[in-house]
Nanobody, 115 residues
């Protein structure tokens, strides 16, 4: 049974940091590209960061230099370290696992940046 579970969201002040995690099971984690997406009400879900099976990464322009995606294949977990957070980073963050036409999603974790 495939499971993708995000954790670590919460409320943080502008300029603060937060690390969110995504634990996966039920599939061959190491060969999947893992991604973090975010969505706010009334807007489409957007890709924030992704990491391939070969550890290549890419980032949405607004988070470059502030967010870092990483993975631990031994723990079947992907992380998103978010620094210098801004109010516009407020969203539900979703974890995605992708491999040749297969996509698995988590239920999302809320990140709120506010003073």
């Amino acid at each position: 049974q495939v499971q993708v579970v995000e954790s670590g969201g919460g409320l943080v002040q502008p300029g603060g940091s937060l690390r969110i995690s995504c634990a996966a099971s039920g599939f061959q984690f190491s060969i999947y590209t893992m991604g973090w997406y975010r969505q706010t009400p009334g807007k489409q879900r957007e890709l924030v960061a992704a990491i391939t099976s070969g550890d290549r990464t890419n980032y949405e322009d607004s988070v470059k230099g502030r967010f870092t995606i990483s993975r631990d294949n031994a723990k079947n977990t992907v992380y998103l370290q978010m620094n210098s957070l801004k109010p516009e980073d407020t969203a539900v963050y979703y974890c995605n696992a992708h491999f040749i036409g297969r996509d698995y999603w988590g239920q999302g974790t809320q990140v709120t940046v506010s003073s």
